[in-house]
């Protein structure tokens, strides 16, 4: 069964951070580039950061350029976001997400092939 389980997710407050992992199963991860995205409360989602399937290549939203990193461990079929410098507007469910392309990535919802449930990251004081 493919899959996709975020995990990570919890309560921080401004200025904290936090590590999101994601775990594939059931699929090559390394024939895929990962998307992450997130879902404030009543916005649309947005895609956020995405990294190519041979980290050569990575994107960022301008939102979090300079304060989350995407990264990959293929062996053990793992994505991972770093946050820092966590503010309150970062408050959303996060998810990741697989597209079947390798040498680029996407931050475009609609060209995801497979999606997590979400982790929800709530920063308040």
């Known amino acids: 069964q493919l899959q996709l389980v975020e995990s990570g997710g919890g309560s921080v407050q401004p200025g904290g951070s936090l590590r999101l992992s994601c775990a594939a199963s059931?699929?090559?991860?390394?024939?895929?580039?990962i998307g992450w995205f997130r879902q404030a409360p009543g916005k649309e989602r947005e895609g956020i950061a995405c990294?190519?399937?041979?980290?050569?290549?990575?994107n960022y939203a301008d939102s979090v350029k300079g304060r989350f990193t995407v990264s990959r461990d293929n062996a053990k079929r793992m994505a991972y976001l770093q946050m820092n410098s966590l503010k309150p507007e970062d408050t959303a469910v996060y998810y990741c997400?697989?597209?079947?392309?390798?040498?680029?990535?996407?931050?475009?919802?609609?060209?995801?092939?497979?999606w997590g449930k979400g982790t929800l990251v709530s920063v308040s004081s």
């Open positions: 059931g699929f090559r991860l390394d024939y895929y580039s």
């Open positions: 990294i190519s399937s041979n980290s050569g290549t990575t």
């Open positions: 997400a697989a597209a079947s392309i390798q040498a680029m990535c996407l931050m475009r919802a609609a060209g995801m092939d497979y």
